[in-house]
């Protein structure tokens, strides 16, 4: 594994060391964003709260809406 490490630095054109210290530097940048409250859904997503018109108003309340929900599945 040292020895690839030293051939793929060296067609970089860096030390092994630096090599490997910008790569993990580059990967953690990489992840940070979901670590740190990047994007998230919500973010992601807002503009399309209230999108949808048409709808019954009482959808989240009324049980009646939810006859035949996840009947497909049977």
């Known amino acids: 594994m040292k020895s690839e490490l030293t051939l793929t630095a060296r067609r970089f ?44 108003r009482d959808l989240a309340a009324n049980k009646k809406h939810l006859a035949g929900y996840g009947s497909w599945k049977r």
């Open 13 to 56: 054109g860096k030390s092994p060391a630096r090599f490997v210290r910008e790569t993990l530097e580059n990967r953690l940048k990489a992840t940070q964003p979901l670590a740190t409250g990047g994007s998230t859904l919500y973010e992601l997503s807002c503009d399309l709260c209230g999108s949808a018109h048409g709808g019954p």
